[in-house]
C-alpha cells in the first residue's frame, strides 16, 4: 500500500464545512492532510471543500461537486483522491467509479503511512492488522482481490463460488492469524515491562512531530530516529536515564493525531501500555504551531480514551527557537489570551521574545506546571533536566526510601 518507492503520485484534497467544522477549521485540517500526504509521498495540488449540513449517503460531496473534482481530475493528471473525513465502503465504492481513481480517507491515509514506517516484526504485524480490518468491510468494492496472497493450500473453493467471498475468508483468517500473534507479543511485552521491576517510568506523549524522539536523544543520550515527517517514531523506545544518581526508566512512544483510527489504537494496544503503565508523562507541545492548544486538547482526549488521563503529567513546550521566528506567534503569547485576536498576514513589530517572559506568559499560568525548550538547540534542556530530577527524586524516595543518601 506504500507510495514511498513509487514516482510521486498526484492528489486532490477535499474536506466538508460544517457546524462542527467551519472554514478556519478545514483550512486547518486540510493543511495537515496536505502534511500527511507528503509524508506518504503523495504531492498535493489542489483543495476542494462543499458546505453540507450532512454528507450524501451516495457521494459523500453530492452529485455537482463531484462533477467538478472528476472533470479538474481528467485535466490534471490527478492519481489519488483523499477525503479528510472518513467516507462509507459504498462512497468509497461509488466515488472510485465516478473519478476513476483511487479514492482513500483519513483513516486510509494514515495507515499507509503507518505501514511505510513500520520496520519492526512487531510494528508491522499490528499495522497489517489495522489495514486488514479496514480492509475488510470495504473488499465489495474493490475491483481486484487477494488472489496471490491466497496459496494452494487450505482454501477451500468450488466452481461458483464469488471471489468476493473467498477473499472475506482470506482476510478473516488472516486476522485471526494476527491477533493471536499479537496476543503472544503482548504477553512478552507485558513480561518484559513486569521484568523492569520497580524503576520510575516516565514516557514522553504528545502530537505527532511535536520533537518527542528529539528530546528522547537529549535526555538519554541515545541516537533515536527522528526527522520532521509525521510518525517518524512507530516503535516505542525505552532507555534507562540516571541523573544525578536517580534511576529511571524513559519510552518514546507513537505519536497522536486528530482523528487517529481506531484501527490503529487497538493494535498498538501494547505500545499505548507504556503510557498506562508510566509514573510521569511529559506531554511534549509544538509551541510554534499556531494551533497548539487544540493539539494538547487532542492528546489530552486521547490520553483519556486510553485509560491514562488520570496520570501526572508535566508539558514541555518545544520549539521555542522555531516560534522566535513567527512575529505572530510570539505576539499572541506576549498578549493575554482573552485580549488576543489572531493577525494572520497583518504586520506586527518584530520582538525576541525571551525565556523569562514565556516563563511570565499566560501559557506558563494555564499549563502548570510547565518548561519552555529547544530540543533542536538544547537551549534550557538543563532546566528540564533539573524539574525531571526533582519529580523522579520524589518518586524514588517514597518507592525507595533508604537506598539514596540525599
Known sequence: MAYKNEI????????????LQDETKI????????FLADTAGIAPVKRFTQSLSRPDKHTFIGKGKAEEVKQYILQNKIDVVIFDDEISP?????????????????????????????????????VELAQLEYLYPRLMGM??????????TGTRGGAG??????????????????????????????????????MIRVALVGYTNVGKSTLMNILAKSE??????????????????VIDRVPFLLSDTVGFIRKLPHQLVESFKSTLDEVREADVLLHVVDISHPKFEDQIREVKKTLAEIGAGDKTVFTVFNKIDILRKNEAGVQRILQNEEQFLWEGDKEIPKKEITLEELKNSWIAKMFEPCVFISAH????????????????????????PHQLPF
Open 8 to 19: 510521486q503520485k498526484r492528489a486532490v484534497l477535499i474536506g466538508i464545512i460544517n457546524r
Open 27 to 34: 483550512k486547518e485540517y486540510l493543511d495537515e492532510l496536505s
Open 90 to 126: 459504498s462512497q468509497q465504492k461509488n466515488l472510485e467509479i465516478v473519478f476513476e481513481k483511487k479514492v482513500i480517507d483519513r483513516t486510509g491515509l494514515i495507515l499507509e503511512i503507518f505501514a511505510q514506517r513500520a520496520k519492526t516484526s512487531y510494528a508491522k504485524t499490528q
Open 143 to 152: 475491483w481486484t482481490h487477494l488472489e496471490r496472497q491466497r496459496g494452494g
Open 161 to 198: 463460488e464469488k471471489e468476493i467471498e473467498t477473499d472475506r475468508r482470506i482476510v478473516r483468517k488472516k486476522i485471526h492469524v494476527l491477533k493471536e500473534k499479537l496476543v503472544d507479543i503482548d504477553r512478552q511485552m507485558a513480561t518484559q515491562r513486569r521484568n523492569r521491576g520497580e
Open 224 to 241: 533515536v530516529f527522528a526527522e520532521n515527517k509525521l510518525f517518524a517514531t512507530l516503535d516505542t523506545t525505552v532507555r534507562k536515564v
Open 377 to 400: 538547540t538544547k537551549e534550557n534542556a538543563g532546566e528540564l533536566k533539573q524539574i525531571l530530577f526533582d519529580q523522579i527524586k520524589d518518586l524514588h524516595m517514597e518507592r525507595y
